[in-house]
């Protein structure tokens, strides 16, 4: 388990940051993008520098000093509380650090009150931007079980690692982030109806099948035809053996449905028809590749069945992508998967419920609308691939989504 570190250091940070390493100059991603001058080499060096300072022996020291229970658990405005404050301030001080806003390492808040138990909330109060590092709870978390011996150093390391190089990061923007009051009106039951997700759109198709893998004629065998369905208005019937889609012959286990889902309105749909009702669907021989082969029954072995083309009327339009997403207002620049749709490249590329959009071909997303118009104008240039940057359970990461049909698929092209 990884334990933070103490609020109060984390506080007092922003205030060090500046005074010791004083990095100017645009991001830093901007920099690695660009190159950099000798003189903005050296300053991220500082900052390289200073993030290899953060050692997990010496957090692990610290920590089990404040982990003591002569500190009488630190808390906000208590004894224990103003001693952890004491101990804290004497090492900024050792370590010949000096306090970069006035005189003093300490701010006060009046009324100081942690009402939701987190060591954000006088900052809120006072309407600060605030963010809240948390590795998650625990067995243990806030119980005297929680022992110094339970702590992850590594994991300490990486968490002092991370704010100190994001709050360099913002002192050398122009801007810095402004206070959103919308954050207050979350709440675990407008977080359950926010992201309650989409039903399931209707099939287009309505049928169940079965993949038969053959090698001289894969297919996909019908199970089930769902009643009043586009299958069953365009005469399909269990036992049918479909072959192709507009001329192009099934290929592999997720074709048929990739192809259904892109399709027009109307496909052309090739097919061998079930045997007769006394014969089962595996005593009928496909016919040969290329759907020409036609025998008549004789006493000397099974019936090769004549195939036919059939026209299908699809329900509902075309899916490109197989995404849908919703927009929170008190959380801007993202927005939340609410649907995947099976066998579309959306899943296929394993996005899933829940996953936030951050960026799409690396541009960040600013709104539900910034990204549906984005993504018309993308797919209109019919793309063969997209790049969403996602956040997946507080793991940031690109997802390459293709937009052909499944590997394997028929329709490729040779020069």
């Given at each position: 388990?990884?334990?933070?570190?103490?609020?109060?250091?984390m506080?007092?940070?922003?205030?060090?940051?500046?005074?010791?390493?004083?990095?100017?100059?645009?991001?830093?991603?901007?920099?690695?993008?660009?190159g950099?001058?000798?003189v903005m080499?050296?300053?991220?060096?500082?900052l390289?520098?200073?993030?290899?300072?953060?050692?997990?022996?010496?957090?692990?020291?610290h920590?089990?000093?404040?982990?003591?229970?002569?500190?009488?658990?630190?808390?906000?405005?208590?004894r224990?509380?103003?001693?952890?404050?004491?101990?804290?301030?004497?090492?900024?001080?050792?370590?010949?650090?000096?306090?970069?806003?006035?005189?003093?390492?300490?701010?006060?808040?009046?009324?100081?009150?942690?009402?939701?138990?987190?060591?954000?909330?006088?900052?809120l109060?006072?309407?600060?931007?605030?963010?809240?590092?948390?590795?998650?709870?625990?067995?243990d978390?806030?119980?005297?079980?929680?022992?110094?011996?339970?702590?992850?150093?590594?994991?300490?390391?990486q968490?002092?690692r991370?704010?100190?190089?994001?709050?360099?990061?913002?002192?050398?923007t122009?801007?810095?982030p402004?206070?959103?009051?919308?954050?207050?009106?979350?709440?675990?039951?407008?977080?359950?109806?926010?992201q309650?997700?989409?039903?399931?759109?209707?099939?287009?198709?309505?049928?169940?099948?079965?993949?038969?893998?053959?090698?001289?004629?894969?297919?996909?065998?019908?199970?089930?035809?769902?009643?009043?369905?586009?299958?069953?208005?365009?005469?399909?019937?269990?036992?049918?053996?479909?072959?192709?889609?507009?001329?192009?012959?099934?290929?592999?286990?997720?074709?048929?449905?990739a192809?259904?889902?892109?399709?027009?309105?109307?496909?052309?749909m090739?097919?061998?028809?079930?045997?007769?009702?006394?014969?089962?669907?595996?005593?009928?021989?496909?016919?040969?590749?290329?759907?020409?082969?036609?025998?008549?029954?004789?006493?000397?072995?099974?019936?090769?069945?004549?195939?036919e083309?059939?026209?299908?009327?699809?329900?509902?339009?075309?899916?490109?992508?197989?995404?849908?997403?919703?927009?929170?207002?008190?959380?801007?620049?993202?927005?939340?998967?609410?649907?995947?749709?099976?066998?579309?490249p959306?899943?296929?590329?394993?996005?899933?419920?829940?996953?936030?959009?951050?960026?799409?071909?690396?541009?960040?997303?600013?709104?539900?609308?910034?990204?549906?118009a984005?993504?018309?104008?993308?797919?209109?240039?019919?793309?063969?691939?997209?790049?969403?940057?996602?956040?997946?359970?507080?793991?940031?990461h690109?997802?390459?989504?293709?937009?052909?049909?499944?590997?394997?698929?028929?329709?490729?092209?040779?020069?």
């Amino acid at each position: 388990m990884v334990k933070g570190i103490p609020p109060l250091l984390m506080l007092l940070l922003f205030i060090v940051i500046r005074r010791s390493w004083k990095v100017v100059g645009p991001k830093v991603l901007v920099l690695l993008a660009v190159g950099m001058t000798p003189v903005m080499a050296a300053e991220r060096g500082r900052l390289e520098a200073a993030l290899r300072s953060v050692s997990a022996d010496q957090l692990h020291a610290h920590a089990a000093v404040l982990a003591d229970d002569t500190f009488e658990g630190r808390a906000a405005g208590s004894r224990g509380g103003r001693a952890a404050a004491g101990y804290l301030l004497k090492r900024l001080r050792s370590s010949g650090l000096e306090p970069g806003a006035g005189d003093r390492f300490t701010q006060s808040f009046h009324g100081w009150e942690l009402k939701a138990n987190s060591d954000h909330w006088p900052f809120l109060e006072h309407d600060i931007p605030a963010v809240c590092l948390h590795t998650g709870l625990h067995d243990d978390y806030h119980r005297p079980s929680d022992d110094i011996e339970k702590i992850n150093a590594r994991g300490m390391q990486q968490v002092a690692r991370y704010p100190l190089d994001r709050l360099v990061n913002m002192a050398d923007t122009a801007r810095l982030p402004s206070f959103r009051r919308r954050g207050w009106s979350d709440s675990p039951f407008r977080q359950q109806r926010l992201q309650q997700p989409l039903s399931p759109p209707a099939p287009r198709l309505g049928i169940s099948w079965r993949y038969v893998e053959e090698e001289r004629l894969p297919h996909c065998l019908v199970t089930k035809i769902i009643p009043s369905s586009p299958a069953a208005k365009a005469g399909l019937k269990v036992g049918d053996r479909i072959l192709s889609v507009d001329g192009l012959p099934i290929t592999g286990k997720e074709w048929l449905p990739a192809v259904i889902l892109q399709a027009p309105s109307t496909v052309q749909m090739g097919l061998q028809r079930s045997p007769p009702s006394d014969e089962s669907p595996e005593s009928v021989q496909p016919a040969a590749k290329g759907l020409a082969a036609e025998s008549s029954p004789t006493e000397d072995g099974p019936v090769a069945l004549t195939p036919e083309t059939i026209t299908v009327v699809l329900a509902g339009q075309p899916t490109r992508l197989g995404l849908s997403w919703r927009e929170d207002e008190s959380e801007s620049q993202s927005v939340y998967v609410t649907r995947v749709v099976p066998y579309s490249p959306a899943a296929r590329a394993g996005i899933h419920l829940l996953d936030r959009i951050m960026a799409l071909d690396s541009v960040p997303v600013t709104g539900k609308d910034d990204l549906l118009a984005r993504l018309r104008d993308r797919l209109e240039n019919r793309p063969e691939a997209l790049l969403l940057t996602l956040e997946t359970r507080g793991r940031i990461h690109d997802v390459v989504v293709p937009l052909d049909l499944p590997s394997g698929q028929a329709g490729d092209r040779s020069l």
